[in-house]
């Protein structure tokens, strides 16, 4: 499955699909993102992360692709796993603190 | 030891009450924050401290004071608080203020005020 559009709140997955996670930012000069996982009633888990002379980083199943131009974010996730469901918080870093953007709430289907 | 640890995970409290939020991390990091977040909302910055002294307030209201007794505590100390100040009050460290970095989030205390 795939995300339909930006700044979505809810993304249902199947369980071993793909998922698109996208995040826009809003400071040009920001050189610095952070994905973060948030579980219910937890706090927020480092997934990964991008320097802006990065426009992609490859982790254990998770792919971030930063595009500059538009000012966007967004996290790949391979063959989806239940215990990917989360909140998922993209960070922009700005100077001396981060600003998290609205998040999106994956749903994993079995 | 890759934590922070918050203290207590979750406290009830009246309007009249005084009470404190405590924070710890032994990974030598020397930037500390306090973020607040409310149900389905983003992390919001509330506080940064940088090498013990506090470098940030997000115009935080005075019912929230922050303190930093030494680098490897954060403390939230909450008075006369409102009931639209519930929240899970998240506290982070990072190695410093102004490098790229991971922030580190502890676990959040969940504040109920009554």
């Known amino acids: 499955g795939e995300s339909v559009g930006l700044h979505l709140p809810t993304l249902s997955v199947q369980e071993g699909d793909n998922s698109i996670i996208n995040c826009a930012y809003s400071n040009s000069a920001s050189d610095y993102f952070i994905w973060y996982k948030q579980e219910s009633g937890k706090g927020p888990q480092f997934i990964i992360d991008i320097r802006s002379n990065m426009d992609k980083r490859q982790g254990q199943r998770v792919t971030v692709l930063l595009n500059k131009t538009v000012k966007h974010l967004s996290l790949q996730i391979a063959a989806t796993q239940p215990g990917d469901s989360a909140v998922y918080f993209c960070a922009e870093q700005g100077t001396y603190k981060y600003i998290f953007g609205t998040g999106t709430r994956l749903k994993v289907l079995a | 030891d890759t934590e922070v640890t918050q203290t207590p995970k979750h406290l009830v409290m009246g309007m009249t009450n005084k009470k404190s939020l405590k924070c710890e991390q032994h990974?030598?990091?020397?930037?500390m924050y306090w973020y607040k977040q409310k149900a389905k909302k983003p992390p919001e910055l509330m506080f940064v401290?940088?090498?013990?002294?506090?470098?940030i307030n997000e115009s935080v209201p005075s019912r929230f004071s922050p303190e930093c007794p030494n680098s490897s505590l954060l403390n939230l100390h909450l008075h006369a608080l409102q009931p639209e100040d519930s929240a899970l009050y998240l506290c982070a460290s990072s190695q410093e203020d102004t490098d790229t970095g991971e922030l580190f989030f502890g676990e959040g205390s969940r504040l109920t005020v009554l």
């Open positions: 401290y940088s090498y013990e002294k506090l470098s």
């Open positions: 990974m030598g990091h020397r930037a």
